[in-house]
Nanobody, 120 residues
């Protein structure tokens, strides 16, 4: 059984930083894509970042967020700097093997989500 377990969410002031982690078990994703999506209250889920052999970011987080992966640990990270109140959302880790990686349909497996709240 494949599981993705996120950690690292929390409450932070605007301008602060958080680092999310997502550990996968049950299957290796070193040849696939691992990514992050988020959903704010009352809004649709949106793409944040993804990593294969290259990285890809939503325009809203470019220059502030960094995605990375450790294939030996089957883990993906999201370093979030210069956080803004509009970054407040539940962040979901996802993994899969399809394209395009900016769309949720590329991913077969999802974590349970971790709350990130940025206060102004």
């Amino acid at each position: 059984q494949v599981q993705l377990v996120e950690s690292g969410g929390g409450l932070v002031q605007a301008g602060g930083s958080l680092r999310l982690s997502c550990a996968a078990s049950g299957r290796t994703f070193s040849n696939g894509v691992m990514g992050w999506f988020r959903q704010a209250p009352g809004k649709e889920q949106e793409f944040v970042a993804a990593v294969t052999y290259v990285t890809q970011y939503a325009d809203s987080v470019k220059g502030r967020f960094t995605i990375s992966r450790d294939n030996a640990k089957n883990t993906v990270y999201l370093q979030m700097n210069s956080l803004k109140p509009e970054d407040t959302a539940v962040y979901y880790c996802a993994a899969g093997f399809r394209n395009p990686v900016v769309f949720a349909r590329a991913y077969d497996y999802w974590g349970q989500g971790t709350q990130v709240t940025v206060s102004s």
